[in-house]
Structure formats: C-alpha cells, structure tokens
C-alpha cells in the first residue's frame, strides 16, 4: 500500500529542486507547475503520484515509437560496452550503418549523412552548407514556421518566440506569407496562384543571385499544421531549379512517419537538396540530429574541406539509439499505422466538430494535426489570437487545464490543440484522448458568440 504523504512529500521535493535549481523553456520561471514525470510505457506517463496521463503530442512531437521501448535500452546498452565516445575523425561500425540504412530511407541521391545533435545543429550546419556551396547569403523563409531555438535557427523562424532577440537575429533571412486555406476567401485554386506569384516576386525583388536556398517545413508543425496549397511545393522545387537556389525541407518535426512517409514532403511528390532531421530520428531517447545531403552537394567537398564541426556528432550510442529506431518503425509497420491512425482520426475528430461549435478548423497530415478553436465558425474570430497575451488566453487556459486536469498531455498553443499521439497507438488509446478533449472543450463552446 502506498504512503500517500511519502509521495506527496517526494513529488513536491522533486518539483522544488527544478523550480530552485533549473531553468525552464517558453515559461515564466515563477508559477511554473510542471508535471513530475516518474516514468512512461508505450502512449502514457506516469507521475509521482500514479497519476496516468496520456501523452496526445508524444512529447513535443518526437516520441513516434512511444516511451519506454527497451529495444533502445538494449542498443544502447550494447554500444556502451563496446565504445561510448570517439572523435567524429574516427570511424565506428554504427556510423557507416546508419548512414547507410539513412540513404536507403531517403530519395533520390541524398546518401550523406552529416550527423548533428538536436533539430537546431542540424537547421544551423544546413544554412551554412548552403551559403557556403552556392557562394550566396540569403535565406528565404516562411513567417508561421519554426526551425529551432540557436540564433541561426531562430532568424530562420518566423515564429514569434524570435521577436524578443530581433536585435541579435543573424543576418541575411528573408520572410514571405503564406496564407492557408481556412482564412482565405477567394477558393484554393487562387490560393497557389498568388502564393506561387508572391513567392516569384520575392525572389525577383531580393535578386535570384543573392539567394542561397529556401528552406520550409516538410509539414507545418508548431506554427498549427498549416497545411500547403495542393501542388505548392512542387512549384517551388521548379522555381529552386530555375533560378539555382538549393530546397532545404526541415523534417525535424514531420519526419520518420509522423504524416504517414518517411518524411511530411514525400506527401507532395518532391526530392529536396538537404533534409534537416532529429526527433523521431531517435524519438528522444538520445539527443541527436541529422543532415542528409545530396552526393551532387557533398561531391564539391571531396577535394576541399568540409567546414562542418561538432564535437560529438556520429556519437556511436546515439547512432545506435537511430539505427534501433528504425528497425523499430519498419519492423513494427509504424509508418503505416500512423496513416491508418490518421485516416481514423480524421473520421472522428469530423464527429467532435458536429458536437462542438468551437471547433473552426481541423488540420492534420497522419498523426500531426491541430485543431483550431473560434468564438464564431462564421467570423472565424480565434479563441485567441495569433501570439496571444495572457490576458487573451483565459479561455485556451481554462481548456487546458481541464485537459491535464483529466489526465492528458498535450500541446495547446494559442488557440490551438495538437494531436500528435505516439505512432504506435491504437483506436482505443485514441477514443480515450478524443474523450479528454471533448470534455474540455465544452468549457470552449461556452465562449461561442
């Protein structure tokens, strides 16, 4: 039988060690309530206080195959008592084979792998392979788009979260809108066209030989799974091919199965120079990251050097952490049941949006989707706005709380709420969170005008 007051007492110790002693990302430092994690098996976490939550954004969209998964464990293991660290100038028998087993997942001639250690190292060495291979400076970019918390990385961004360091951006990123479907009026079909025209005209004004690359997100993420006009990106490969400028896809958040491909632009029929990668590349078991880039990019470095360096890039337990993981993806058929998933949760959320008039808009490409909430379907005015104040999130607040509250964990941003559940999930798993949310959106429907 447990003691109740030995487990309080432990949960609020832990909690006041990490509030005192560390740091927290995106947050207000004081009045932080934290979830205290003890541990997590396949969709769920656990607290101190056996508590069970079920995890709806697979922690921030990387842990596809689900925690606790001891295969990884056991590779890491492994690896650990052969060799933990070498210089990335070494070799190990697990670097060759995941670079190997990486070119076999990835299209076209992307066969070289650069190995990084999150999302952001791999964003900042594609933005400066780029620059240095074309001889160019310029990056163009996306607002409503997220591609890592580094400076290079943030610049990058068009995320808000980059505003309160614009004195310190680094130079030389250029940003276009592109709108979505849902808040345009005049019909999809206007939509490319005058998406695929501004970008042109972008283009046209910065001048075609001051730019680098593009760089986009296989499948928006964090900005609200905005989705693409149909045929965009293939207009924009065209465009890249036209005026020399390199396509780089951040597949950091998209990748390894979260759409339903191997990665979110594999939805629209293209094959890009570079595709940064991370998180469901190890599904956070280790931090590590990835650059895969074309032979045709990599072949200039074969008699010059390559001005790429990270003191633990290609470490061998990470490697073995990815190699691992996608055996697990195929092995499991995580791919494709994040498609099947994805189709049904489609099926189901399509239900919810008839019970819940605070529902505007669902976005979802396989398992990463994002409802977005109105005070009117009509109007289509946000429950919050873009960037919200505090004051403009009591009711997104109120729905989130009632969301942990039921025993969920998941990202609401703004006015929106992602499901983005762990690909190994089962219809039943996903009809228990689609309950939790249900009934915190009730406190939503409430705010309808």
């Not at 190699?323 to 949760?345: D, P, Q």
């Not at 009632?402 to 690909?423: C, Q, S």
């Amino acid at each position: 039988m447990v003691d109740e007051s030995m487990v309080h007492s432990e949960t609020e110790e832990i909690i006041k060690d990490n509030l005192q002693y560390t740091l927290f990302s995106w947050s207000k430092q004081k009045g932080h309530n934290p979830i205290a994690v003890k541990s997590g098996e396949g969709v769920y976490l656990y607290d101190y206080d056996e508590k069970r939550y079920i995890d709806f954004s697979s922690g921030l969209m990387n842990v596809n195959i689900g925690h606790g998964n001891q295969r990884i464990t056991e590779a890491v293991t492994r690896q650990m008592n052969e060799i933990s660290y070498v210089t990335p100038n070494c070799v190990t028998k697990v670097r060759g084979e995941l670079g190997k087993k990486l070119a076999e997942i990835c299209p076209g001639d992307l066969n070289k792998a650069f190995f990084t250690l999150c999302g952001a190292t791999s964003m900042e060495n594609a933005i400066k392979l780029s620059r240095l291979y074309t001889g160019k400076h310029k990056i163009i970019t996306r607002y409503q788009s997220y591609h890592g918390a580094s400076i290079g990385a943030m610049s990058a961004s068009g995320d808000p979260r980059r505003i309160p360091v614009d004195a310190q951006q680094a130079p030389n990123f250029v940003h276009f809108d592109l709108p979505y479907l849902y808040r345009w009026e005049f019909g999809e079909e206007s939509l490319l066209k005058e998406s695929v025209a501004q970008l042109e005209r972008l283009i046209a004004y910065e001048g075609p030989n001051t730019i680098a690359a593009i760089l986009l997100e296989g499948e928006s993420g964090s900005s609200g799974c905005i989705k693409y006009p149909t045929g965009y990106l293939k207009q924009v490969r065209e465009i890249c091919n036209r005026n020399g400028i390199l396509l780089i896809m951040d597949e950091v958040m998209s990748g390894f199965g979260r759409t339903g491909k191997w990665f979110g632009f594999q939805n629209h029929d293209i094959i890009p120079d570079m595709i940064a990668m991370a998180k469901g590349l190890t599904c956070g078991y280790l931090p590590f990251g990835c650059l895969m880039v074309s032979e045709k990019i990599a072949a200039k470095y074969d008699d010059a050097v390559l001005p790429l360096g990270l003191t633990y890039s290609a470490h061998p337990v990470s490697c073995a952490a990815a190699l691992e993981t996608l055996k697990i993806y195929e092995e499991e058929k995580l791919i494709e049941n994040a498609a099947s998933m994805g189709r049904y949760l489609d099926q189901q959320v399509a239900k919810l949006m008839e019970k819940h008039p605070s529902i505007g808009d669902w976005r979802n490409t396989g398992l990463l989707g994002c409802l977005e909430l109105v005070k009117d379907r009509k109007t289509k005015e946000p429950m919050a706005p873009f960037n919200a104040k505090p004051e403009e999130m009591v009711v997104m607040n109120k729905v989130a709380a009632k969301i942990r509250e039921l025993g969920m964990y998941t990202f609401v941003r703004w006015n929106y709420i992602f499901i983005a559940p762990p690909l190994i999930i089962t219809k039943e798993q996903m009809d228990e969170g689609l309950e939790i949310i249900s009934q915190a959106l009730s406190i939503a429907d409430e705010s309808i005008v």
